[in-house]
């Protein structure tokens, strides 16, 4: 009896709303992230299993091969479209053909088959993303398995035709094609796999969006916490009758909040930096992968970092507004810590969906209300400074300034004015010390 | 000199919503080295107009003057003028006391050896001793009560303004800070008070306001309004003016 009073009680107190709310909220952040990323997959696989393919050899038995591979493909309800490749601009070339990957049948592969030698089959595939569900497709392995099984069915019907396989040919069969493969990402091309390439970058990928979510949320805590106790405490009432102006008092706590979040932001981009050499020093050594992400651009030089950081730190000044506001709201520690919220969600959604999607190809309708949380720009921000998609970049960096300012504008007009003492969160007023009167 | 008018309030008013007063036309006056205290029941109006005497909130309508500087156009030499201890005010609960009073010192001195000079009073007033080498967390209330009645007093403004300036106080210590008051009062420094304990401000004030609903009542020193209600002691001229006056 005395277990189930103190357990109920303990319950109540833990149970509070705002525990409830955040359950609610992690539910709606995790369903909206679920289904942005399923429209996403659910894009990707409509076309997962098509192959683009150039035939350039153009000869007999290639045709064969494709109307093989063709039949197995859309078995698997993909297609298999010819493009045309006209040169080695892979860039320009699956740009023309508006094409994000193809497998190219060069010349003298018949002849190769023929001589019963592993025939080169080129597998090119355009990067647009380092998001984990962005690059779905059938991919160079499965291209090659399909087309291995055409040489293999093109080569039987033909040879056993013609009586019966020779020992050279039968070893010829086990492996009949030699893959080489290369890797756009914007204008540059190189011959590397693209699967590695995601391997190598996932590290960089992933750590730059755990890094934003940190210090959004540390610098965010860091003002809410500094204005909402001195709320709560009462000292704020002390501070602002001293002889110093109010804008005295707001630009002190928010200069002292962005030189540690500016520190912050330093320390990590130059962690990021060794990480990343770390990464690719143990990788790369003789294989050439370091160098071959270096001319693909996916391996950020000082000046991307720079862009990066810059974008980095107005996303904290930006949390840093919105957190003055919020902790001019808190009534107690308790509401304080509920107020974090907002900026928890506004920071997981996009954090979460930089990781899986690649934002910039979603429906625009979701697009957009992800490109209104400002914070988006920043986790995208290293991939569009290594992506080259200035635009995006520019784009976000202008919004991040003009919501910063917006941000500051509100937290000013609250901070010189009386609302700083009667707001409180869910809109009642707090104690004035006057009850009203008619 | 006793005459030199330090706060004049004019008519101030808080409307927070059309009709809705928190405080209305409170017109009162304190003297160079006066203590005046304004008295209601809880949500009476004293805290708002304490407030908007300090700054902290802006009048709807009429002002108050604080050593000539009107509290709507020059706020910020009021606040030169003045310093207010809220009720149930906390320090920065990491700060160690001396720091606490060098911090306040600085915000309130034009210079460094002001600044010291401030800091040397506080620690006599406050009288924490060695104490004030520990952190503002390990007080007990009534030093934490202390402490921040030495700031506020330490840089000896024009007008103090103290709510509840004895509470969480002991008997001893509060003694101390109503003796301490007075004689500051006589050197030249005037207090507006605002306290729950009648006894406290019988003894300690020279005037007294009884405020209730937003609207000022009456005004006197404790013994006018003692004779001129025909009550034993101010706890029943404050029942008799807020229980029985018909407020609109």
């Given at each position: 009896?005395?277990?189930?009073?103190?357990?109920?009680?303990?319950?109540?107190?833990?149970?509070?709303?705002?525990?409830?709310?955040?359950?609610?909220?992690?539910?709606?952040?995790?369903?909206?992230?679920?289904?942005?990323?399923?429209?996403?997959?659910?894009?990707?696989?409509?076309?997962?299993?098509?192959?683009?393919?150039?035939?350039?050899?153009?000869?007999?038995?290639?045709?064969?091969?494709?109307?093989?591979?063709?039949?197995?493909?859309?078995?698997?309800?993909?297609?298999?479209?010819?493009?045309?490749?006209?040169?080695?601009?892979?860039?320009?070339?699956?740009?023309?053909?508006?094409?994000?990957?193809?497998?190219?049948?060069?010349?003298?592969?018949?002849?190769?088959?023929?001589?019963?030698?592993?025939?080169?089959?080129?597998?090119?595939?355009?990067?647009?993303?380092?998001?984990?569900?962005?690059?779905?497709?059938?991919?160079?392995?499965?291209?090659?398995?399909?087309?291995?099984?055409?040489?293999?069915?093109?080569?039987?019907?033909?040879?056993?035709?013609?009586?019966?396989?020779?020992?050279?040919?039968?070893?010829?069969?086990?492996?009949?094609?030699?893959?080489?493969?290369?890797?756009?990402?914007?204008?540059?091309?190189?011959?590397?796999?693209?699967?590695?390439?995601?391997?190598?970058?996932?590290?960089?990928?992933?750590?730059?969006?755990?890094?934003?979510?940190?210090?959004?949320?540390?610098?965010?805590?860091?003002?809410?916490?500094?204005?909402?106790?001195?709320?709560?405490?009462?000292?704020?009432?002390?501070?602002?009758?001293?002889?110093?102006?109010?804008?005295?008092?707001?630009?002190?706590?928010?200069?002292?909040?962005?030189?540690?979040?500016?520190?912050?932001?330093?320390?990590?981009?130059?962690?990021?930096?060794?990480?990343?050499?770390?990464?690719?020093?143990?990788?790369?050594?003789?294989?050439?992968?370091?160098?071959?992400?270096?001319?693909?651009?996916?391996?950020?030089?000082?000046?991307?970092?720079?862009?990066?950081?810059?974008?980095?730190?107005?996303?904290?000044?930006?949390?840093?507004?919105?957190?003055?506001?919020?902790?001019?709201?808190?009534?107690?520690?308790?509401?304080?810590?509920?107020?974090?919220?907002?900026?928890?969600?506004?920071?997981?959604?996009?954090?979460?969906?930089?990781?899986?999607?690649?934002?910039?190809?979603?429906s625009p309708a979701v697009r957009y209300i992800v490109y209104a949380i400002p914070f988006t720009h920043s986790f995208m921000a290293s991939e569009n400074a290594m992506f080259g998609n200035t635009g995006v970049y520019v784009g976000g960096l202008i919004y991040q300034v003009i919501f910063l300012a917006v941000c500051m504008f509100l937290a000013l007009r609250i901070f010189m004015s009386d609302r700083i003492f009667t707001m409180s969160i869910g809109g009642r007023r707090a104690k004035t010390g006057g009850e009203a009167s008619q | 000199m006793e005459n030199e008018k330090v706060l004049e309030v004019k008519g101030l008013s808080k409307q927070y919503k059309k009709g809705v007063y928190a405080s209305e036309k409170v017109t009162f006056d304190v003297h160079r080295g006066e203590i005046f205290a304004l008295i209601g029941p809880n949500g009476a109006g004293k805290t708002t107009t304490i407030r908007m005497i300090s700054t902290l909130l802006q009048a709807t309508e009429g002002?108050?003057?604080?050593?000539?500087?009107?509290?709507?156009?020059?706020?910020?030499?009021?606040?030169?003028?003045?310093?207010?201890?809220?009720?149930?005010?906390?320090?920065?609960?990491?700060?160690?006391?001396?720091?606490?009073?060098?911090?306040?010192?600085?915000?309130?001195?034009?210079?460094?050896?002001?600044?010291?000079?401030?800091?040397?009073?506080?620690?006599?007033?406050?009288?924490?001793?060695?104490?004030?080498?520990?952190?503002?967390?390990?007080?007990?209330?009534?030093?934490?009560?202390?402490?921040?009645?030495?700031?506020?007093?330490?840089?000896?403004?024009?007008?103090?303004?103290?709510?509840?300036?004895?509470?969480?106080?002991?008997?001893?210590?509060?003694?101390?800070?109503?003796?301490?008051?007075?004689?500051?009062?006589?050197?030249?420094?005037?207090?507006?008070?605002?306290?729950?304990?009648?006894?406290?401000?019988?003894?300690?004030?020279?005037?007294?306001?009884?405020?209730?609903?937003?609207?000022?009542?009456?005004?006197?020193?404790?013994?006018?309004?003692?004779?001129?209600?025909?009550?034993?002691?101010?706890?029943?001229?404050?029942?008799?003016?807020?229980?029985?006056?018909?407020?609109?």
């Open positions: 009896m005395k277990f189930r009073t103190l357990f109920l009680k303990e319950l109540r107190e833990m149970l509070s709303s705002q525990t409830i709310l955040m359950m609610i909220v992690s539910v709606v952040i995790l369903s909206f992230a679920g289904q942005a990323m399923s429209n996403a997959v659910e894009d990707n696989a409509e076309t997962m299993m098509d192959i683009n393919i150039c035939d350039l050899d153009d000869t007999e038995f290639t045709h064969n091969m494709i109307k093989c591979l063709t039949a197995n493909i859309n078995a698997l309800d993909g297609e298999v479209n010819t493009v045309d490749i006209t040169s080695d601009n892979y860039a320009e070339e699956l740009k023309k053909a508006n094409v994000k990957s193809v497998v190219i049948i060069p010349e003298g592969f018949t002849e190769s088959v023929e001589k019963s030698e592993a025939a080169t089959v080129k597998f090119v595939q355009r990067l647009n993303s380092l998001a984990t569900l962005s690059n779905m497709n059938a991919g160079s392995q499965v291209a090659v398995d399909y087309l291995s099984s055409a040489v293999k069915e093109v080569v039987y019907s033909t040879k056993v035709a013609n009586g019966k396989l020779t020992s050279s040919e039968v070893s010829f069969l086990n492996e009949p094609l030699k893959l080489e493969e290369s890797t756009v990402v914007a204008d540059k091309s190189e011959d590397i796999s693209a699967s590695i390439v995601m391997s190598l970058c996932s590290a960089q990928g992933m750590i730059v969006p755990i890094m934003m979510f940190v210090l959004v949320m540390m610098s965010s805590n860091m003002i809410l916490n500094a204005v909402s106790t001195e709320k709560i405490d009462k000292t704020l009432e002390t501070l602002l009758s001293a002889p110093i102006s109010r804008l005295s008092v707001i630009a002190a706590k928010m200069l002292s909040a962005a030189v540690v979040a500016a520190m912050q932001a330093a320390v990590y981009m130059i962690g990021a930096k060794n990480m990343m050499n770390g990464v690719l020093d143990n990788v790369s050594g003789e294989s050439g992968y370091s160098e071959a992400l270096n001319n693909l651009g996916l391996t950020m030089d000082a000046s991307q970092y720079v862009l990066v950081g810059l974008q980095m730190f107005l996303s904290i000044l930006i949390a840093l507004s919105v957190s003055l506001i919020l902790g001019v709201l808190a009534r107690d520690a308790k509401s304080a810590q509920t107020l974090t919220l907002p900026i928890m969600m506004c920071t997981m959604i996009p954090y979460m969906l930089s990781m899986f999607v690649d934002i910039k190809t979603m | 002002d108050a003057v604080v050593s000539g500087h009107s509290i709507l156009t020059e706020p910020e030499k009021v606040r030169k003028s003045i310093t207010y201890l809220p009720d149930e005010a906390g320090a920065y609960k990491n700060m160690k006391g001396i720091d606490y009073l060098k911090f306040m010192a600085e915000l309130y001195a034009d210079n460094k050896s002001q600044a010291e000079e401030y800091v040397k009073t506080g620690r006599e007033i406050c009288e924490l001793g060695d104490r004030l080498n520990d952190k503002i967390a390990s007080y007990s209330r009534g030093m934490q009560r202390k402490l921040l009645l030495a700031r506020a007093i330490m840089s000896k403004p024009d007008l103090a303004i103290l709510d509840e300036p004895t509470s969480g106080l002991d008997i001893i210590n509060a003694l101390e800070i109503r003796r301490m008051i007075k004689q500051l009062a006589a050197e030249g420094m005037s207090f507006l008070l605002s306290s729950h304990n009648m006894l406290e401000i019988e003894y300690v004030s020279d005037r007294v306001g009884i405020i209730a609903k937003g609207h000022l009542l009456e005004t006197g020193t404790p013994a006018e309004l003692i004779e001129k209600y025909k009550a034993d002691n101010l706890e029943d001229v404050f029942e008799l003016v807020v229980m029985k006056k018909d407020i609109k």
